[in-house]
């Protein structure tokens, strides 16, 4: 009996999911050329190269460059303001700092940032503008001695959405235009009643909702409620146009299991800067989360240093490296360097035709981890034509190194023809005896374009169409873990706390490892005849998995040592769920061992 209560109480759940619209869902995937972010989101950002000190000139004069260099016309859209631009809140509504957006000073005295956007609109590019889901915002709390704070009473500077979603919402959108909004959320984080600013009565205790680092703590179920109420508003105010919503919660509160439902992209990690380690950390955080990514839904690991500090015109291996990892992870392309100090070397990379349309490609696949090794790391990124991938081979250190990786461990045959070329040079490579291997530069990151042929004909694995895959909020919730990288719902080739997968004493790169009691589910969209996995578990699981298919069991079951692979008829079955036994005492993750999809 208790066995089965599990089933029973798991399945309404499961069939609750069947209709509930996602995002990135399989009408989103199939309608990619409409939805919106169908491809990871491009422009650029004066955050990480003017901070907070910048106004409509400076924004002005890089949006001209993305038009003049036709950065623009590669896809580099998006002119999005960030934090500093607001003078207070008066009358429910926003004012402008007019000292530095002087076009927002109107005769009637108000100030409407349309003219701004018009501008730009007229420019045929889109504009983006920045808010905090609480009340107060990041530079408020942290920035005390910027020249753009909100000015005023305490209720003034509340210049933050909340408790103001509708009245900001048509506002943005459907007064001034705009086509995309950041939504920070140090106002839910950073403003408790013992922070001395607040003691001291300069701003209104908010008591956090996110609890940095400490996801327990944390309430990412009010969280969520905030940014489905911003949403909402945002749907109210501009019914049928859709700005993105870009979600700044810097990987916390569980963000990755619900953000897809309220905004197009999502950050996985604190703040980048201009230095090496903290690009690969804000890379790490992204990389280990291609099972959350999708046409509508990206993985966010913050806005490109290209041009700044270790990734200037005097350090382009790196800079090259740090591009290549964004577009291998279907990261959005968000420039944040100053155009007009742009050197050919630079523009080289920003511009490079082949490496941007591995990140745009269409079928909107996240690169996933195919290895790592100290400092050498393999990332594929499946591109939409069947055996055609984006390859990254990393060095991540200081040394010099040769780093090799199997066709056949990218899921392509090793014996079938094959077209290598080098993304940056368009050079070609060749693979020998089945495996591409190349010398590497400290720092150097080589993307290649491989076109091969799938390991076997007419059968897709997991890491051909993570794009496909929707991971649910459910499943056992490490009480340690941290949530930038030490514990991953569910991921392919690796384990949630992040060991290979391991089948018969090798890494199932065809695997997903995932929490116990987690829910995935796979969007088939009736193109698939047959499913194959196997079901043993890797630490002697001994509760029941279930299978369903669109709502109904498929298949259910012990996994054990010896259980034979199983098969599954899904001829026009839409989406299949695959839910893990619960967490039992000392199990805390399971495996969905060698998953193939045959057409
Ligand atoms: C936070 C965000 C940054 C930037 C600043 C602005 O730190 O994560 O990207 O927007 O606020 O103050």
Avoid at 184 to 209: I, N, S, T, W, Y
Avoid at 280 to 291: K, T
Avoid at 441 to 446: D, M, S
Wanted: a positive charge; glycine letters at 10%.
């Amino acid at each position: 009996m208790a066995r089965w209560g599990w089933i029973s109480r798991a399945l309404p759940l499961a069939l609750a999911t069947v209709s509930v619209p996602m995002n990135g869902s399989a009408a989103s995937a199939q309608n990619a050329a409409t939805a919106p972010a169908a491809t990871p989101p491009m422009g650029w950002n004066p955050y990480n190269v003017f901070d907070l000190d910048y106004g409509e000139a400076e924004v002005m004069a890089q949006a001209d460059l993305l038009v003049k260099l036709r950065l623009a016309d590669l896809g580099y859209r998006y002119v999005n303001v960030d934090d500093g631009w607001w003078l207070k809140r008066e009358g429910g509504t926003i004012h402008v700092r007019t000292s530095i957006y002087p076009s927002a000073r109107l005769a009637d005295g108000t100030t409407s940032l349309r003219p701004f956007v018009d501008r730009l609109h007229a420019m045929g590019l889109k504009a983006g503008i920045y808010t905090d889901i609480g009340r107060n915002s990041c530079s408020q709390r942290f920035r005390p001695n910027t020249p753009n704070l909100p000015e005023g009473s305490v209720i003034q500077r509340e210049i933050g959405t909340y408790g103001h979603h509708d009245a900001d919402a048509v506002l943005l959108f459907a007064r001034w235009g705009f086509d995309f909004i950041k939504v920070d959320a140090c106002g839910v984080a950073d403003f408790a009643a013992d922070v001395p600013e607040v003691r001291d009565g300069k701003f209104r205790a908010f008591p956090p909702l996110i609890a940095r680092e400490r996801p327990n703590a944390s309430d990412a179920a009010e969280l969520a409620r905030q940014y489905a109420g911003f949403a909402d508003a945002v749907r109210r105010a501009v019914p049928g146009r859709q700005p993105l919503i870009s979600i700044c919660a810097w990987g916390q509160a569980d963000v990755n299991d619900w953000a897809h439902r309220y905004g197009q992209m999502w950050r996985t990690s604190f703040d980048i800067n201009a230095k090496w380690d903290t690009m690969l950390a804000n890379f790490d955080s992204a990389a280990s989360r291609a099972l959350f990514a999708g046409p509508g839904r990206w993985n966010d690991p913050d806005m490109l240093e290209v041009g700044n500090g270790d990734f200037d015109g005097e350090h382009l291996v790196a800079a090259r490296a740090h591009m290549a990892m964004w577009a291998i992870l279907a990261a959005p392309l968000i420039l944040g360097n100053d155009l007009r100090r742009l050197t050919p070397g630079l523009t080289d990379v920003i511009a490079n035709r082949a490496v941007i349309a591995i990140n745009q490609d269409q079928a909107g696949n996240q690169g996933v981890v195919v290895s790592r090794d100290g400092d050498g790391q393999v990332v594929a990124k499946a591109l939409a034509t069947p055996g055609h991938k984006g390859v990254a081979l990393i060095n991540r250190g200081r040394k010099p190194m040769t780093l090799s990786t199997g066709l056949a461990d990218l899921g392509l045959s090793p014996t079938a023809p094959s077209t290598i070329r080098d993304a940056w040079t368009g050079g070609a490579v060749r693979a020998v005896n089945g495996r591409i291997t190349v010398a590497l530069a400290p720092q150097e990151t080589a993307l290649l374009v491989v076109e091969g042929q799938p390991l076997e004909r007419g059968v897709s694995l997991p890491a051909d169409m993570p794009a496909r895959f929707h991971v649910a909020d459910t499943g056992y919730k490490a009480p340690d873990r941290t949530p930038m990288r030490q514990w991953v719902l569910a991921q392919i080739g690796f384990r949630p706390y992040g060991e290979p997968l391991m089948l018969d004493g090798r890494q199932d790169h065809a695997g997903i490892g995932v929490a116990a009691g987690s829910r995935v589910a796979i969007d088939l969209a009736r193109r698939y005849r047959k499913v194959t996995l196997d079901p043993r578990s890797l630490s002697d699981q001994r509760g029941r998995f279930v299978i369903l298919g669109d709502g109904k069991v498929l298949r259910q079951g012990t996994a054990t040592r010896t259980a034979q692979p199983l098969s599954l008829n899904v001829r026009n079955v839409r989406r299949i769920e695959l839910l893990a036994p619960p967490a039992a005492e000392g199990t805390t993750s399971f495996a969905w061992h060698s998953l193939r999809f045959e057409r």
